[in-house]
């Protein structure tokens, strides 16, 4: 099955500085890759996501890149702000799995 | 749009009690996954259920965990028995479409202590 990896665990920032997370992937069937963002004691919600189709993806201070060759994707965040604070998980899917694959989340602290 | 909802939010039990967690999923879908999430950690996928069907129980302990989705009332997932490593939150997803590439919607959780 699919397994996924997530880098680093835990990522302080200073505010305004960019954070980057970087999650790889085993199976070369795995062909969209959502990121989810997790607030203390609340749901995983949705942030972005992208589709083997395409490299790079981007959504205001968010941006998603792919590398299929590699299997790797990444998570930028630009000019971090201190409510970006959470745990960030990405995943990887397939079209004819069931399931979604988890990263171990990564702990993002932005120090105002 | 009322969004997935997961009932109760916080539940306890004392060891060798039943649990019963209670998913509705989001009006429209019909494809509903539950995940376990132990403290500091990742979420592990448990089970994968359609309306009267299971899809993908992999995940989930053979022995004292179940899970239904009828076709009427909301998805169910049972612990008989449980014991303190059964402490975690259980979130329940929902698709539209079940294919992998629509994303999921999480509720927020049932949060199970077992004393």
């Known amino acids: 099955g699919e397994n996924v990896e997530q880098h680093p665990s835990t990522l302080s920032v200073q505010e305004g500085d960019s954070a980057v997370i970087k999650c790889t992937y085993s199976d070369s069937a795995s062909n969209y890759f959502p990121w989810y963002k997790q607030e203390l004691g609340k749901r995983p919600q949705l942030i972005i996501d992208?589709?083997?189709?395409?490299g790079e993806k981007k959504d205001q201070r968010i941006a998603v890149t792919l590398n299929k060759t590699a299997k790797h994707f990444s998570l930028h965040i630009t000019e971090t702000q201190p409510e970006d604070s959470a745990v960030y998980f990405c995943?990887?899917?397939?079209?004819?799995?069931?399931?979604?694959?988890f990263g171990t989340g990564t702990s993002l602290t932005v120090i105002p | 749009n009322a969004g997935v909802m997961q009932n109760p939010r916080h539940l306890v039990r004392r060891r060798g009690q039943e649990a019963r967690l209670r998913c509705s999923p989001m009006k429209g879908h019909s494809h509903v996954y539950w995940y376990r999430q132990l403290p500091e950690e990742g979420l592990k996928f448990m089970v994968y259920?359609?309306?009267?069907?299971?899809?993908?129980e992999s995940g989930m302990p053979k022995e004292r965990f179940s899970a239904e989705f009828p076709k009427e009332g909301p998805s169910i997932l049972r612990i008989q028995q449980v014991v303190r490593g059964d402490s975690a939150a259980y979130f329940c997803?929902?698709?539209?479409?079940?294919?992998?590439?629509?994303?999921?919607?999480f509720g927020n959780g049932t949060r199970l202590t077992v004393t």
């Open positions: 259920l359609q309306k009267e069907n299971i899809i993908d």
């Open positions: 992208i589709r083997s189709n395409v």
């Open positions: 997803a929902s698709s539209p479409t079940g294919q992998a590439s629509s994303p999921l919607h």
């Open positions: 995943a990887a899917s397939t079209n004819t799995g069931n399931q979604f694959y």
